[in-house]
């Protein structure tokens, strides 16, 4: 798909969302949301729980509800970041600033909600200006209810001029609804610096047949596309059905089928997958969230034999007082990141977010994912390992200013051979250290 057809995509999607969110906001009295902080709670009334809607047949993950009555919310900021930066250039050191701006909003009606999120800025290096970029994230997810059914829409949007695993070229990682990882776009080898835009678009229906069982169809579209030649663009069509039963209030059991079609830019390549998983859930509101989904996968591709291989994938949220805890792991296909024609790819990722005082936080990330060819070639690299690492600490400054400190690592290691495409990232290790200063014009505390 090419980047102006993504873009007129993406756009049909905001004009669905859009118009829908301002019809329901008329009906609510044109009552301006509360102004709120990204990261503020939103509750308002701890008699009140709100129970996370998903099934395990989702393509989102779970979410873990929230105690109180949700807010709307809307946060515009605005952001200036100075940073070290070793090993995005071998042998050199640089300094970046970064201007940005960033909005995020949550609008609740009685029967359908819509968030989403926009962070963008433009990079500066010195004295390396050649590595000068900007990059783009958009996710919108609408959802309605109506007496049995639950209608989902979600598009994240990514821009950027390197891959998206760590998020060190894209503003930090996505917390934003996130997708399965077998449905959306998994970029997370490092090539060398290539502006790239990846998109997932998708969609379901949840059925409620009865209290305890659900039926949900869901689809999507994933697509990665790089404006720089050299690489192969993908694009990844997958439909779902699944089954929920739930077994008490807490507990659920889930059967799920998947059928997805990946094409490449690349000699008209085609691999298409078929997975059965056998999915548990437990949910615990404001407080857990706990999926793992297993099962047997066929993979069919146009340039090699079909092969029988396993599926996983597994999440958990859990959250105290004051902290809060996410890991995740996932083995499944996956479009090979521009890199290879497919491959056997796993993530593994964890992450813990903590309020040391109303006006101090800390939180500490990490991830690892590996990718093994599907179709390897001779003489050239048939696997690569990716790891990130990230800490940050920061503090409120008055009700309008947010003041942060950060580190951020990453690094790549790859398998003998010749890059398979026009270039392959560094094998060095990226450190990055900075400070970041966030200036919101609305009140972190409502009013």
């Known amino acids: 798909m090419k980047p102006k057809r993504i873009t007129w995509t993406c756009s049909a999607v905001l004009a669905f969302f859009i118009p829908a969110a301002l019809a329901q906001a008329q009906q609510a009295g044109r009552q301006m949301p509360l102004p709120a902080a990204r990261g503020l709670a939103l509750e308002s009334d701890s008699s009140q729980p709100q129970a996370d809607t998903h099934t395990l047949s989702s393509i989102e993950t779970l979410g873990i509800g929230s105690l109180g009555v949700l807010r709307s919310i809307i946060d515009p900021s605005f952001t200036i970041s100075q940073s070290g930066d070793t090993g995005i250039v071998p042998g050199m050191k640089n300094s970046s600033t970064s201007l940005g701006m960033n909005l995020a909003f949550d609008r609740n009606w009685s029967r359908s909600r819509l968030i989403g999120s926009y962070g963008g ?38 821009v950027s001029p390197e891959a998206s695993f760590g998020g060190l070229d894209t503003g930090g990682t996505n917390t934003q609804r996130t997708l399965k990882s077998s449905l959306g776009v998994n970029d997370t080898i490092l090539t060398q ?10 969609g379901e229906v949840n059925y409620y047949l009865s209290r305890r069982s659900i039926v949900t169809v869901a689809g999507s579209f994933a697509s990665l ?27 659920s059991i889930a059967l799920i089928y998947d059928h997805g079609r990946t094409d490449f830019s690349t000699a008209s390549v085609r691999q298409q997958t078929d997975t059965i998983q056998l999915s548990y859930g437990r949910k615990v509101t404001g407080r857990l969230a ?16 079909s092969s029988l291989d396993w599926n996983l994938s597994s999440s958990i949220n859990y959250q105290t007082r004051r902290t809060q805890y996410s890991v995740s792991f996932d083995r499944a ?63 409120l400054v ?15 290691g790859a398998g003998t051979g010749t890059c398979p495409v026009l270039a392959c990232g560094s094998t060095q290790s990226r450190h990055t250290l900075g400070m970041t200063l966030g200036w919101h014009p609305w009140s972190f505390y409502p009013r």
């Open 333 to 395: 296909p996956s479009s090979g990141s521009g890199v290879f024609l497919g491959s056997a790819t796993n993530i593994a990722t964890a992450s813990v977010h903590h309020a040391l005082t109303r006006s101090w936080a800390a939180s500490l990330g990490a991830g690892y994912a590996f990718d093994q060819a599907l179709v390897p070639v001779n003489g050239t690299i048939e696997h690569f390992r990716t790891w990130y690492g990230n800490a940050s600490v920061g503090r």
């Open 121 to 158: 800025a433009q990079v500066l290096y010195h004295p390396y200006s050649a590595l000068n970029s900007r990059y783009h994230n958009l996710s919108v997810a609408q959802e309605f209810q109506f007496s049995r059914w639950i209608f989902r829409l979600n598009d994240q949007l990514t």
């Open 225 to 251: 596309n790089f404006s720089d030649p050299g690489y192969i663009d993908t694009q990844r069509i997958t439909g779902r059905v699944g089954y929920d039963y739930a077994l008490n209030p807490k507990d």
């Open 290 to 305: 706990l999926q793992i989904a297993a099962g047997p996968q066929l993979l069919r591709s146009s340039l090699q034999s």
């Open 398 to 412: 008055g009700h309008h200013v947010r003041f942060d400190l950060n580190y951020r690592f990453q690094r790549q």
């Open 193 to 202: 610096r290539a502006q790239r835009i990846a998109n997932t678009a998708s």
